[in-house]
């Protein structure tokens, strides 16, 4: 699986959007971009994943770039509650085994 | 659905002693899967299972062993506890040809001293 690079840290003001950027220089075609995020000790959580094209869903919008190398997970209004260490992850698709591949993450403070 | 449930939640043992840490999933997952999270650090994976009868090894298997006799069950075993061990386990499961969410646990605080 491809290997990914995340800022250690970053900071957003409550109400306001997080834009958490993700470098994925080496995807291949067949893999996908997720992104998880894990609150205090609790088991990580999903929030979305894509293949090429932007998705969106309840929680976040995942732009992905063009050529696939980069990534950004959107969090459009954020909350306290989205304090969190947030987790992008390049997992091959079809026929692998589905395990991740967790590196340390961006911890997200969102201050008031 | 209760998801992924795992015992116990905190454990305390002393260096040689041996234990398993429980893990159950009632949305009949086939894939299962150990981690093991150190202060500070990422998810690294221990062990994990495409089905019951098939388990194989990920990045940091040694000092543990597990088995997968039923769909539901994924038990991890430690058997002589050492100190390198101290960390919190958390269990996952993903369906067949999933593509989608990872579930994961609560997890299991584990000290040895």
């Known amino acids: 699986d491809a290997k990914t690079t995340q800022p250690t840290s970053m900071d957003c003001a409550e109400g306001r959007a997080a834009n958490l950027p993700c470098n994925h220089s080496?995807?291949?075609?067949?893999?996908?971009v997720y992104w998880y995020r894990q609150i205090h000790s609790q088991g990580p959580q999903y929030i979305i994943h894509?293949?090429?094209n932007n998705e969106t869903n309840e929680m976040a919008s995942l732009i992905i770039t063009e050529d696939r190398k980069s990534s950004t997970l959107i969090l459009p209004h954020a909350t306290l509650r989205d304090t969190a260490v947030y987790y992008c992850?390049?997992?091959?698709?079809?026929?692998?085994?589905?395990?991740?591949?967790f590196g340390k993450g961006t911890l997200l403070t969102v201050n008031p | 659905n209760a998801g992924v449930t795992q015992t116990p939640k905190f454990r305390i043992l002393k260096i040689g002693q041996s234990m398993t840490l429980q893990c159950a999933q009632d949305?009949?997952?086939?894939?299962m899967y150990w981690y093991r999270q150190d202060p500070g650090m990422g998810l690294k994976l221990i062990y994990y299972?495409?089905?019951?009868?098939?388990?194989d090894k990920g990045e940091v298997p040694n000092g543990y062993n597990v088995s997968r006799s039923t769909t539901e069950d994924f038990p991890l075993r430690l058997e002589l506890a050492a100190p390198s061990q101290t960390s919190v386990y958390f269990c996952?499961?993903?369906?067949?040809?999933?593509?989608?969410?990872?579930?994961f646990g609560p997890g299991t605080r584990l000290t040895v001293t």
């Open positions: 992850i390049v997992r091959g698709g079809g026929g692998s085994n589905y395990k991740l591949t």
């Open positions: 080496t995807i291949s075609g067949n893999e996908y």
């Open positions: 894509g293949l090429k």
């Open positions: 949305m009949n997952h086939n894939y």
């Open positions: 299972s495409v089905g019951a009868g098939i388990t």
């Open positions: 996952a499961s993903i369906e067949a040809g999933g593509l989608g969410e990872q579930y």
